[in-house]
């Protein structure tokens, strides 16, 4: 699966972004989107799988962040809401092609994702 991220960008402290993401290739299990601060780990923000859209976030990110997806443009979105200085990393989206069992579980595992985009910064000035 191809992956191609798009929407990050430079907004003050307390505004909002939405990224994208476009798949192409094979068909989705589920996609998610991680993000990633220089010197840090990887860390997981939401999931959303592509038959029943049941959807994951990453407790922080509760209630200012939304996944979504367009199944016709093949397509998952994040919009980001109430952003904040500690939001600013670079975000990667990710496929998976495979079904699982516990989904809920291995969303928020790098390991689960089969494919990766190129990621886009997002920067918070405060």
């Known amino acids: 699966v191809q992956l191609q991220a798009s929407g990050g960008g430079l907004v003050q402290a307390g505004g909002s972004l939405r990224l994208s993401c476009a798949a192409s290739g094979r068909a989705l299990y589920a996609m998610g989107w991680f993000r990633q601060v220089p010197g840090e780990e990887r860390e997981f923000v939401s999931s959303i799988t592509w038959g029943r859209s049941s959807i994951n976030y990453a407790d922080s990110m509760k209630g200012r962040f939304t996944i979504s997806r367009d199944k016709s443009k093949n397509t998952v979105y994040l919009q980001m809401n109430s952003l904040e200085p500690e939001d600013m990393a670079v975000y990667y989206c990710?496929?998976?092609?495979?079904?699982?069992?516990?989904?809920?579980?291995?969303?928020?595992?790098?390991?689960?994702?089969?494919?990766w985009g190129q990621g886009t910064q997002v920067t918070v000035s405060s």
């Open positions: 990710a496929a998976r092609t495979l079904y699982s069992t516990d989904w809920g579980t291995q969303s928020k595992l790098i390991r689960a994702y089969e494919s």
